[in-house]
């Protein structure tokens, strides 16, 4: 009688194939594997959202910043307002190549000496372009590395299931296809898991890191553009 009853149980529970029944049934193992893969989900887009808003910010400080700097105002009063201090990746390589110039200018110098003080300039504007790409890039890898290790994280949790749900059908004796699904579909949410934080991550990667490498480009095109403007002084100077 016992017996029969526990049968009956472990068909119920068997049959629970809602999500969080196949997780309640799930193997510990499996368990950690699902957890895992829902936390990374969770923090993959939290980093999209990051990057995707900064982006957007500093997109828009660049178009404020460069009406600025065209408009044909003073680049000492500029670089008193927004380079001394720089709140966007633009502002800081302004300001980079600003204090080299300033620094070097207070000085006379011959020819030879304000190519070397525009050069420097130069050098200090690519310096503040990696670091500031550098500082955007941050939790890149995290996103590669989800897209491409989160199937293959789902499946091992999917083979382990399927390795204890023969298992147990072993056990019983039984090879109803009421016994046997229920252990496969609980293996196979672990792959499903995987694909949910594996795709978005995927997707958002490629997409930022198109922005990002858009972005770079007009910094070392403000940078180009800047470092003719100081050769011109250089020029008039000399």
């Not at 049934?25 to 936390?39: C, F």
């Not at 990746?89 to 011959?110: H, K």
């Not at 690519?126 to 789902?154: H, Q, Y």
Request: no cysteine; aromatic share 10%; charged share 20%.
């Amino acid at each position: 009688m016992g017996d029969s009853v526990t049968a009956s149980n472990l068909g119920q529970v068997a049959h629970d194939l809602s999500l969080w029944g196949l997780f309640l049934q799930a193997d510990w193992v499996v368990k950690t594997v699902m957890l895992g893969l829902l936390l990374a989900s969770v923090w993959v887009w939290a980093v999209v959202f990051e990057k995707i808003t900064t982006l957007r910010r500093a997109n828009k400080a660049a178009d404020a910043f460069e009406d600025r700097f065209w408009s044909g105002g003073s680049l000492e009063a500029l670089h008193q307002q927004e380079g001394e201090r720089p709140t966007h990746p633009i502002a800081a390589v302004f300001g980079a190549a600003m204090r080299e110039w300033e620094r070097s200018s207070t000085r006379p110098a011959d020819a030879v000496q304000l190519a070397g003080m525009q050069q420097r300039a130069e050098r200090a504007m690519n310096v503040a372009i990696t670091r500031e790409m550098d500082r955007m890039e941050r939790w890149m890898v995290f996103l590669a590395s989800v897209g491409s290790v989160g199937p293959f994280v789902g499946l091992f949790g999917t083979v382990w299931g399927i390795m204890n749900s023969f298992s147990a059908i072993a056990g019983m004796q039984n090879t109803n296809l009421a016994v046997v699904a229920p252990g496969i579909a609980e293996a196979l949410f672990a792959t499903a898991i995987g694909l949910v934080a594996a795709i978005p991550a995927v997707l958002a990667y490629n997409k930022i890191t198109t922005d990002l490498a858009r972005f770079a480009a007009r910094l070392e095109g403000f940078a180009a553009e800047f470092g003719a403007i100081l050769s011109r002084q250089a020029e008039e100077r000399g």
